[in-house]
């Protein structure tokens, strides 16, 4: 996994599929789990499992947009889709074909394995009052939020979980966007920053994933087949209701307990950084929908345009569950909160 062996939530949520699939399949599956650098560094999980030295894998899609440049799509995109929307696009708005369809050319074969709802923009040690505070500032962000980061003007620092702390601790990154309530306090981020700033643009609903090699797949009989399918299913839907749980909880603790400045992104800065991510987001499609053209008329004259197909599914679904979540979501929880 992707994740440090014990972390909570993400990190057992393996752990949590295992013990399901083994019970499930009244032991004749059963499954051994690495955390991060137990078997391969966090980052090498995509090639370890797509190689065949790990049968299965568990992380976050957008950990592989340097190899897979619309892999994002399938984790989160900033200012995106929550997670009862993205499952909604995924089982049935088209997207799950097409994530099948991306990573067979590299012998994948991936399924929903959780989602933590939405994040905190994350931990600084200074106040965040304009787009021109994000200049030469270091952070901790992954995904296409890192490269938001950078147009913005500072600068997106990748690593593992686990290294985050020590990192913000010794001022090799002055910010760091973690999670939530939930993992931050147990990382205890709240020690080394002082301000903790919401809503979590870069990651409305990020979906995680379970990656499965395909010829190990399909050495399985269709029943394991559907226990393995199931038992992911199952732990996509009980991590959301978790982190739902637990980041509430959290949350009063970081505030009333450890003084935790609890800050609202300025409506400037979002309006900036939305801006930035949808240019963004536009480009890397143009780029992979040009790179994959090329690519078919060098091989047989076809265009495949999957990158193309991806985005415009997405872009369709999305706009028509904005348009209805505005009566629907919105409109029920901008009543419930007039008092």
Known sequence: TTWPKNLPGMGLAPETMAKKIKAMSNGRLDIKVYGAGELVPAKEVFDAVSGGSAQMGHG????????????????????????????????????????KELYAKYDLVPIAGGNTGVQMAGWFNKEINSLEDF???????????????NRAGGTAVSMAVEDVFTSMQTGVIDAAELVGP???RAQGLHEVAKYYYYPGWQ??????ELIINKEAWEELPLDLRAIVENASLAVNADLLSEYTERNNAALRELVDE????????????????REISYALTEEIVEKQVAAEAARALELDGRD??????????????REGV???HEISERAFINARSVK
């Open 203 to 208: 990651e409305p609903g990020p979906n995680l």
């Open 304 to 317: 495949e345009e999957l990158a193309k197909r991806i985005y415009n599914s997405y872009r369709t679904y």
């Open 135 to 149: 200049k030469g500032m270091k952070m901790r962000i992954p995904g296409l939020g890192g490269e938001v980061f």
């Open 258 to 273: 450890y003084g935790v400045e609890l800050r609202q992104l300025p409506a400037e800065v979002l309006s900036g950084i």
């Open 322 to 324: 904005l348009s209805y």
């Open 60 to 99: 976050a899609a957008y950990y592989w947009k340097g190899k897979v440049p619309m892999a994002p799509f399938f984790t989160t995109l900033p200012f995106g889709l929550t997670a009862q929307e993205r499952n909604g696009w995924l089982f049935y708005g088209g997207g799950m074909p097409l994530w």
């Open 182 to 184: 939930y993992n931050d």
